[in-house]
Every structure is written in structure tokens, then in C-alpha cells.
């Protein structure tokens, strides 16, 4: 079968082989160094930065690379054929389109050029302990003073949070107001000088059970000073609505990082099953494998069909936030169910960290946790019946 996605062009599949090169040289080689230190190196952001990588669907008025979305997700899916899940590329690319659809031109100029060339790298801060998923149960609080705001509270499950320059916090200015009273407010970690900015501190990188080399991070706020002109597209109250705008670019990209994961899991378990022997034949030639392979490649197929439909869907601005809902909840559950079903297929050497389909394992789990819960999504689709 040599289906190839409708959206795949000569021109991305010559940048697919540039990104797969860059993937070959300057993430893998790392990965497990990088696990054991918690986070990515800085200098692979700036040498994505030159090659063009990080924003490769902005405009190239912003500094962006001035593709598509469909060159975006052939970077995300070579991180994810070669099994990485520490370089955040994905959180980055969320808040720089936050900042074009959402930003004034005045916070687009400033930031995007030095978000596109890894001079800054970018998070963005809406889990708290009591507030996942349910973003209007959030705490944070931004308090209008003469000048500017001061930020208070405490953020956590941050990606990006020990490496980040530029945070998109979730925040209330007018805690009274329910949903109208939440705004985005852009706040940068760093003063002049380098040092972390008043009032703002980084704290512990969280021991996750996968996604080892991603930082994750608790973030605290007291008193942290954002400036006026930092409040996402200038007004007050509109972070709600911001919020629910961009989401389905989030929840898409989730989609395509676990359709493209799936797809690497069959195809090491296929080549494992080929080689290893058990009982005097080769594990490929026993009914059962066979038929948990060809049931694992027609869901696989399934779900390509699916994102590439929705990626094209997001790139025509068609995608809304049902569709992504469903891609997110049900290209995810289905990731985790294949995942497993390859390490079983492993026998013994599956449960081995050495071997990447049990890296995998644990890599997959939060995804049918991040860029909102699972049962959230569902609860989304049945709101649209």
C-alpha cells in the first residue's frame, strides 16, 4: 500500500528530507542525555532557528518560514519517527500562533522574529493545582496597577517552563466576571540583565513517568510585573475566547503527533516480529501476531486518513473545535492501545527501556491527558449533538 497524505507535495517532501537530516543530527544523537538531564540543550533551539524549523508555518513578515500548517506537521511527525519527545517545538509553535492571530502587530514584531530564530523559546501557563482542564476554575490572578499588572499565583505542568523566555500566562484580571474576566498575558522571564524577573521563579522540574528530556515545571508568581502593552491583542477579558480559538491547533497537533507515533510503533514491532523466532518460526508467521499486526495497520490506516483530512481542514480554516476534539480524544486513546499491544508483541524485551517501543510505552500516556483531558473532549463532541 503506498498511500501518500494529499497535502504532501514535491517541495515538502524535499523539506521533509532537510528536517530528517537535522532530526538525524542534532536530536537523536542527544536523546538520552537529555533525558537524564530533564531538558534539551538551548543551542538545538538556535540551530532550529537557522534551518528555519521552529516557525515554519508563520509569515515571513513575522520571521516566521512562511509555509503551511502542512510543513509544521512534517517537522512534528520526524521528531516523532525518530522517538523524541523532549524537544518542545510543539508548545512553542502554539504560543507563536497565539501571538499572529491573536497578538497586536505591535506584540507580532516584537516577538516572533525572536521566537522564529530560537532566540526565545515559548510556553504557555494555564494548568494550576486545582485547574486542569477546567480553565475557568484558574487562580492566577493579574491586578491592573498605573503602569502595568502584577501577576499572582502559581502555575503547573508547565512544558517549557525551565527553558522559556516568553510565557502566555492564563490569568484573571477581573476575578468577578467569570469567563469575561480571564486574559492572556505575555511575560517575559528575563530582565535586561539576564536574571529571572521580579517576582517570577521556576521552580522544581517534575519527575513525569515518560517525556523524560521535556522540562515540565512548577512556575510561581508574586507580584510579577507585565507591562500594559503585554496583555494579548491589547483588551482586557478577552482570554477566554482566545483561549477556545486556538485550541483546535493545539488538539490537531496532538492528533498528528500520535497518529505518527503509531505508525513508528507498528513498524518496529513489524521488523521485531520478523526477526525474532519463538517455537521454530519467526513470530510474523504466527496467526496471532499476524492478526494483531493487521488489525493494528487498518486502524493506523484509519486514523492517517483522518488527521490528513484534518490537517487540510485546518489549513482551509474549516477546522473547529468539535473536529479537533474528536481527532485529539480518539487518535490518542488509539495510540496508547497500539503502543501496548506492540510491547506485548516484544514479550519480555518490551518492558526493557533499551528498546524504543517501551520508551514509547511510557512516552504515550499523557497525550490523552494534555491540551485537555480525554473525557473533556468527549464532553465537547456531545455538546455538538
Known sequence: MNYVSPW???????????????????????????????????????????????????????????????????????????????????VHAIVAHYLLNQGTEEQKFKYLPRLARGEMIAAIAMSEPGAGSDLKGIRTTATRTADGYRLNGSKTFISNGYMADLILVVAKTDPAAGAKGVSLMLLETRDASGSNCAGFRVGRILEKVGQKGQDTCELFFDDAFVPLQNVLGGEEGRGFVQLMTELPYERTIVGVA????????????????????????????????????AEAKTEAFVARVFVDRCIEDLIAGRMDTVQASMAKYWITDLQCKIVDQCVQLFGGYGYMLEYPIAQMYLDARVQRIYGGANEIMKEIVARSL
Open 8 to 90: 504532501m507535495d514535491a517541495e515538502l517532501e524535499g523539506f521533509r528530507d532537510a528536517v530528517r537530516r537535522f532530526v538525524d543530527h542534532e536530536v537523536n544523537p542527544h536523546q538520552q542525555r537529555w533525558r537524564e538531564q530533564q531538558h534539551v540543550d538551548r543551542e538545538v533551539w538556535s540551530k532550529a532557528g537557522e534551518m528555519g524549523l521552529l516557525l515554519a508555518d508563520i509569515p515571513e513578515e513575522y520571521g516566521g518560514s512562511g509555509g503551511s500548517f502542512a510543513h509544521q506537521c512534517v517537522v512534528f511527525e520526524e521528531l516523532c519517527y525518530a522517538g523524541d519527545t523532549a524537544f518542545g517545538l510543539h
Open 258 to 293: 500520535g497518529v505518527a507515533s503509531i505508525e513508528r510503533a507498528i513498524k518496529l514491532t513489524v521488523e521485531h516480529a520478523k526477526e525474532r523466532k519463538a517455537f521454530g518460526q519467526a513470530l510474523i508467521e504466527m496467526q496471532n501476531t499476524r492478526f494483531v499486526l
